[in-house]
């Protein structure tokens, strides 16, 4: 309580003007957002060329033209006025609305902050109008149609939001963002953006995947895969980023929503957890999704700039979005682009490609069933190992597999995109040469991504009983343990089951194993024990908090074990292979989904093409 209570004032009316420039404080934050209002309302007035003119970053100026509809004379004043709007006239129009504007108080609030102009023609005038705001006056000027809105100093009449304003540079920044985000939204309409007298970024009209490779960018294009994924009134389209092109900022993610640029927790989470198992915890992966829907399920009236929308159904579109782009990442790219690029003879190409672009299960018998697969020319090249005698360590390791490739003899090593192994260098990598040049490839990362996606299988394959399938070890095999293990092994039996490990306390400091997950490499038992332990270390960690134990914090701590599982069964750096183990690992890689990328998201293989090859040796030709 204060000793001197401020005098009591009067109630009032608030003055129309102060009313504006207090609905513009939500509105109009800096020359950026004048200028997505006015682009905005270009857009809604059909134009097809938008012309955007700043200077100072816009702080000074900010002109933007269109060759839309125009307003006719009569409305003009009104345009200028809070809350009218030619968009909608009834609730129900607004539950429905597909305009951007519908709110009718961008213009009203932008010229209660700024000196502003509105020069426009509709088709059927004989010449345009020219509206100053703050004088009201109104007279003949020369255009064609269209409209042009001048905006000058803007917060000239309020200092203290001007104080606000960053570098020009960085207002420009921002309102050369606001236009990039139109122009991904509709790659139908022309922009130009001019700075200082200087053409800053020009997008002509163009198709959409065209448009957005202009906007987002070669690097972008190039690490990322396109997206379209339609069920019933939903169409979600655009291009994801693969986990190696994520980045430590979440300054690439765009989603659109109707035309709309908006931020949305939730489906950001959504497509976040599309990644889950590729990306490191910190990493940001990179998108524009663009998706269409019907208007009455989306809300779009829940914020003054519109940034933010609530939708009817989250939770479907939530696992709309996680499936789309868990979709749109599986494919690994070892197999499908190079179809794309295949050579020039089709059919034969085809059938080349067949085995990596045949889905895994029918893989095998396509190819042994083709009288024109190139492995029946017998013609002596190298072979994978089947029945070769060479009980090797790979054939064990990939023994596992439903549906190893391993069985495919092959002659032309070009067919595969992986190509043909040469060498291991460092006790680490895999050489191989495919028609493109030289390939790298990271054995134990790829190894490790192959058994995680093969356990997955294997678990959701066995999801009635939602179980890995086991298998019992022939000698059950005992190994001393912590007391701390011994009581995880005890209190997490029915979970370690599931895992298919199947271990049981024998005394207070042994353990026993019975069985072992069957998708699983057969490693020798020390990999086993290890294995055992890492499990258990991980289980009694993930328990430690029983509360949390909802369905979710269930799964992930199981994909967690698997990963981990994964970790322990793939081949170990120095593990020499021969030829036929690393042919074996690539043709696994190429069948295997999310290959291009190891459980932490690193990647796995690299091709260095013939023509960075003859760079480094400055040879042309
Ligand atoms: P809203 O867009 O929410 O309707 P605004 O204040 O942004 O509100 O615009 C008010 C009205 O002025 C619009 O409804 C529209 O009829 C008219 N208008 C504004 N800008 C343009 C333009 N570039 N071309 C044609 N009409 C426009
Ligand atoms: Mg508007």
């Avoid at 749109?328 to 295949?342: G, Q, V, Y």
């Avoid at 069957?518 to 960690?541: K, M, W, Y």
């Avoid at 430690?544 to 970790?567: E, I, N, S, Y």
Wanted: proline share 5%; charged share 25%; net charge negative.
């Amino acid at each position: 309580m204060s000793e001197n209570p401020a005098p009591r004032r009067r109630i009032h009316e608030l003055p129309d003007e102060l009313v504006s420039q207090i609905a513009a404080g939500e509105v109009v934050e800096r020359p950026a957002s004048v200028v997505r209002e006015l682009v905005d309302n270009a857009l809604d007035a059909g134009a097809t060329q938008v012309t955007v003119r700043l200077l100072a970053g816009g702080v000074r100026s900010i002109v933007v033209e269109d060759d839309g509809a125009g307003i006719e004379r009569a409305d003009l004043p009104l345009a200028l006025k809070r809350h009218a709007t030619s968009k909608i006239g009834s609730l129900a129009e607004l539950e429905s609305v597909s305009t951007m504007g519908f709110r009718g108080e961008a213009l009203a609030a932008i010229a209660s902050v700024s000196e502003m102009t509105v020069t426009t023609r509709t088709a059927e005038a004989a010449h345009a109008w020219r509206l100053h705001a703050r004088s009201g006056e109104l007279a003949p000027a020369a255009r064609g149609i269209g409209t042009t809105v001048e905006v000058q100093e803007l917060f000239f009449s309020t200092p203290a939001r001007r104080k606000f304003l960053k570098t020009d540079a960085t207002e420009f920044a921002h309102a050369l963002e606001a236009v990039r985000r139109h122009a991904l939204a509709r790659p139908d309409v022309g922009f130009a953006v001019w700075h200082e007298g200087r053409l800053a970024a020009q997008w002509r009209a163009a198709a959409p995947a065209q448009r957005w490779a202009d906007v987002l960018g070669a690097d972008f294009t190039h690490s990322s895969r396109e997206l379209l994924w339609e069920r019933g009134p939903l169409v979600l389209a655009g291009r994801v980023g693969q986990p190696e092109a994520a980045r430590a900022r979440a300054d690439l993610q765009y989603l659109f929503v109707n035309g709309r640029h908006v931020r949305d927790r939730m489906l950001a989470h959504a497509v976040r957890s599309a990644y889950e198992d590729q990306l490191h915890g910190s990493r940001q992966p990179a998108y524009a999704l663009f998706l269409t829907i019907e208007p009455e399920l989306v809300d779009v009236n829940v914020h003054p700039t519109k940034i933010e929308v609530r939708f009817r159904d989250g939770r479907a579109l939530h696992s709309a979005f996680r499936l789309a782009v868990t979709e749109a990442l599986a494919p690994t790219r070892a197999t499908a682009p190079k179809a794309a690029a295949a050579p020039a003879e089709p059919v034969e190409a085809f059938r080349a490609w067949q085995p990596a672009l045949a889905l895994p299960e029918t893989a095998s018998v396509a190819r042994e069933s083709s009288p024109l697969w190139p492995g029946d020319k017998e013609d002596g090249a190298w072979r994978t190992p089947r029945g070769s005698g060479g009980l090797s360590a790979w054939q064990h390791l990939l023994e596992g597999s439903p549906h190893s490739a391993s069985a495919a003899p092959v002659a032309d090593a070009s067919a595969w995109p992986l190509g043909r192994a040469v060498a291991q260098i460092g006790g680490v990598y895999v050489l191989a040469e495919n028609a493109q040049g030289l390939i790298v490839v990271d054995m134990h990362a790829a190894h490790e991504r192959i058994v995680y996606e093969r356990l997955k299988r294997s678990r959701d394959a066995g999801a009635a009983q939602s179980a890995l399938p086991s298998q019992p070890l022939l000698i059950p095999l005992s190994f001393s343990a912590t007391p701390a293990e011994c009581a995880t092994a005890e209190t997490e039996a029915a979970t370690l089951l599931e895992l298919g490990l199947d271990v049981a306390a024998l005394t207070a400091h042994t353990l026993v194993l019975r069985s072992r997950p069957a998708a699983l490499p057969d490693g020798d038992r020390t990999d086993l024990v290890e294995l055992t332990r890492s499990v258990l270390a991980e289980l009694a960690e993930a328990t430690g908090d029983d509360a949390a134990r909802g369905g979710a914090v269930v799964q992930r701590a199981r994909d967690d074990l698997l990963a981990t599982m994964a970790c322990r069964g793939a081949v170990r750096a120095n593990r020499r292979l021969t030829l036929e183990e690393m042919n074996a690992l690539l043709r696994e890689m190429e069948q295997t989904e999310r290959a291009d990328t190891c459980n932490h998201g690193r990647p796995t293989w690299r091709q260095v093409t013939m023509k960075e090859l003859d760079g480094l040796f400055l040879r042309g030709r």
